[in-house]
Nanobody
Framework: EVQLQASGGGLVQPGGSLRLSCAAS????????MSWIRQAPGKGPEWVSV????????YYADSVKGRFTISRDNAKNTLYLQMNSLKIEDTALYYC????????????????WGQGTQVTVSS
């Protein structure tokens, strides 16, 4: 059974930083592309970032490019999202998600989602 457990969210001031983690289990982590997707209150899901199975290729939404960095540790079955220069509009519930190979579109669909971790950017 695929399990994804996101953590690391919290309350931060504009301009601050947070690092999200996603612990994965129940599948061969190093063979799966991984993504971060967020959903702000009253809005639909928004794709944020993708990293391929080997970690050599990364993709970012324009809204976070240059501020967020996705990474993974295949030895620890863990996905990360380093978020810097946070803005109020980054406030959302952040999900990690995955899908089995082969590779697909970075925007989705993503078959398996974790439970989400809340990020709130406020002064």
């Amino acid at each position: 059974e695929v399990q994804l457990q996101a953590s690391g969210g919290g309350l931060v001031q504009p301009g601050g930083s947070l690092r999200l983690s996603c612990a994965a289990s129940g599948f061969t982590f190093g063979s799966y592309d991984m993504s971060w997707i967020r959903q702000a209150p009253g809005k639909g899901p928004e794709w944020v970032s993708v990293i391929n199975s080997g970690g050599g290729s990364t993709y970012y939404a324009d809204s976070v490019k240059g501020r967020f960095t996705i990474s993974r540790d295949n030895a620890k079955n863990t996905l990360y999202l380093q978020m810097n220069s946070l803005k109020i509009e980054d406030t959302a519930l952040y999900y990690c998600a995955t899908r089995p190979p082969p590779h697909g579109l970075v925007t989705g669909p993503w078959d398996y989602w974790g439970q989400g971790t809340q990020v709130t950017v406020s002064s």
